[in-house]
């Protein structure tokens, strides 16, 4: 069978399935197109500096609004969210980790359901060109998955679902595919009267307009920044040496959140019962062996031991 025998609507219904029988929670399409309205959005939020040292936002902006420029041929986005909800957390009186980092790096996970979910529709359908992305290229993800239906941007400026709340992970194909798109959800606003975010950031990084300042941000100070962090900040960790989870804890939404079923989301042995002094003592090698397929790679057992000291 070849894909020009499938209509775009057969074929967008194939690929949902596909994406639940792989492991996905939810899956919308949207035509390829060039996002103009979050163009002002993006160029305000680099301009006024809320990228923080992150010079890579303000790279590659055509690219990050246009994905034909990306892929090229690209004729559809394919968004799909993953809960990484947890379903144990770390002992008491551990230094806290957010939690989307607890278990095995989910670039890898989702880069390999996604693969597989391509190699599935290539038996059906026949050859076709696609790449795939989860946070590792300038890709909009939240505004491809608010597109394509799967959930609304709140004050924090997660995308929320609004029938499982915010724990999920965005990751898209981007393929030669001629698709059914799917319709965003009506833009009434998710948060309503809330402020719940706003109020519990310690930091101050939401201000209620739907994106937050990176400078402010607990999450890019413990794991994106390599300078020190600001004593303002520091004194305002409370504990958390990578990431944040405040936002996502305290939204109303997320008492939907269900625990994922995905086992290599499960967390890491180790970092569940790890002290502050088990992370003083810990060397480079063993750091490497525990945490080989780890997320926390990213910032390193120096950058973790740095901001241990602050905590
Ligand atoms: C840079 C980045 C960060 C930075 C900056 C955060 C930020 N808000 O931009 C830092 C390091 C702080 C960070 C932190 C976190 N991140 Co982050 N991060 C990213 C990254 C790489 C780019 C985000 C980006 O483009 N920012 C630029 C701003 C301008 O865009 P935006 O906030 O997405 O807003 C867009 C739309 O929402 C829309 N929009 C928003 N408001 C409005 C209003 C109007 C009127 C309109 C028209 C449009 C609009 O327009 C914007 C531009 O299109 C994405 C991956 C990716 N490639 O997209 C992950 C991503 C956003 N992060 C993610 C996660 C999980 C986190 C953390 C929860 C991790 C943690 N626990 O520590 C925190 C949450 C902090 C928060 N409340 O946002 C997930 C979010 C999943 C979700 N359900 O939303 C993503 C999508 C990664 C992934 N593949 O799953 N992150
Ligand atoms: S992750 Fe933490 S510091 Fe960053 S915006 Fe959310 S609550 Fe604030
Ligand atoms: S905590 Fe409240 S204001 Fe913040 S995103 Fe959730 S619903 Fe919106």
Known sequence: MTKTQ?????????????ATRVGF??????????????????????????????GYMARNIDKRLDPSLLVEGSRSVISLLCNYYPSSRQEKDCPTFASYAYGKDYHTVLK??????????????????YRV???????????????AGLGVIGKSGMLISPTGGSYFFISEIICDLELEEDSPLPQQDICKGCRKCQMACPTGAIDGSRS?????????????????????????LSGRVYGCDICLEVCPWNRLSKPTHIEEFSINEHLRVMKKEDWEEIDQERFNEVFKNSPIKRAGIEKIRRTLREI
């Open 6 to 18: 499938l209509s775009p609507g057969e074929l967008s219904r194939l690929i949902k399935d596909l």
């Open 25 to 54: 929670d939810a899956c919308g399409i949207s035509r390829v197109c060039h996002l103009d309205e979050s163009l002002p959005h993006l160029i305000d939020w680099v301009e006024k500096g809320k990228m923080a040292s992150m």
């Open 212 to 236: 937050i300042d990176a400078r402010r941000c607990l999450s890019y100070h413990t794991i994106e920044s390599q300078d020190d962090i600001p004593s303002d900040i520091a004194s305002r």
């Open 133 to 147: 992305f989860t946070d590792s290229a300038p890709v909009l993800e939240r505004e491809w998955a608010r597109r």
């Open 112 to 129: 390999e359901r996604m693969h597989l979910l391509c190699k599935l529709l290539k038996e059906e359908i026949g050859d076709f060109s």
